[in-house]
């Protein structure tokens, strides 16, 4: 299986700030990489498809980033609707995995 | 508008049976994966296993962690999957998601709410 690290497992960040959120998997899944935020109670939100291609209607102060086995999340301006749970997720090969997850709060 | 319907919450005892339901519209049902994904409480996403419901044939892939362990399964005349447990442990308490994985993104783009399974004595 594809183990899926993300770094770091929680951050505190205030708005405004820019914040960054690595994933990094354990062999090279091309550009196979999604992002998603989940709220508390609340099902996951797809953010970013394949690397870096935003999905319809997410700001785009959302981006993504990297190729192999190293990506990031950036979010350029944190908004208080951006505190939430953000994870990655690889879909080069089954079993697809995701990351822990990185819980980003105020 | 585009949706995933999940059943409502479950209560069970260990031992006992279970089958949850995942209803799509407002797409082509068939022309899209539908993928199971676990979340334990206070945990992270786990995917389970994904149905491809095509015209010709459906064809079901398991994550290892999860083959044997749950069936999935699908009615494509009413564009509704299932996951179902043929004997309920206190380690499935859990709350399950249904997603929509649409082959051009690689990804799961619609979420059903998810289902919350409780399994105790």
């Known amino acids: 299986d594809i183990q899926m690290t993300q770094s770091p497992s929680s951050l505190s960040a205030s708005v405004g700030d820019r914040v960054t959120i690595t994933c990094r998997a354990s062999q090279t899944i091309s550009t196979y990489l999604n992002w998603y935020q989940q709220k508390p109670g609340k099902a996951p939100k797809l953010l970013i498809y394949a690397r870096s291609t935003l999905e319809g209607g997410v700001p785009s102060r959302f981006s993504g980033s990297g190729f192999g086995t190293d990506f990031t999340l950036s979010i350029s301006s944190l908004q208080p609707e951006d505190f939430a749970t953000y994870y990655c997720q690889q879909t080069y090969t089954t079993p697809w995995t995701f990351g822990q997850g990185t819980k980003v709060e105020i | 508008e585009v949706q995933l319907v999940q059943s409502g919450a479950e209560v069970k005892k260990p031992g006992e049976s279970l089958k949850i339901s995942c209803k799509g519209s407002g797409y082509n049902f068939r022309s899209v994966r539908i993928a199971w994904v676990r979340q334990m409480p206070g945990k992270g996403l786990e995917w389970m296993g994904v149905f491809y419901p095509d015209d010709s044939d459906s064809d079901i892939t398991y994550s290892p962690s999860f083959q044997g362990q749950v069936t999935i399964s699908a009615d494509n005349s009413i564009t509704t999957a299932y996951l179902q447990w043929d004997s309920l442990q206190a380690s499935d308490t859990a709350t399950y998601y249904c997603?929509?994985?649409?082959?051009?993104?690689?990804?799961?783009?619609?979420w059903g709410p998810g289902t919350m399974v409780t399994v105790s004595s």
């Open positions: 997603a929509r994985m649409e082959t051009r993104r690689d990804a799961f783009d619609i």
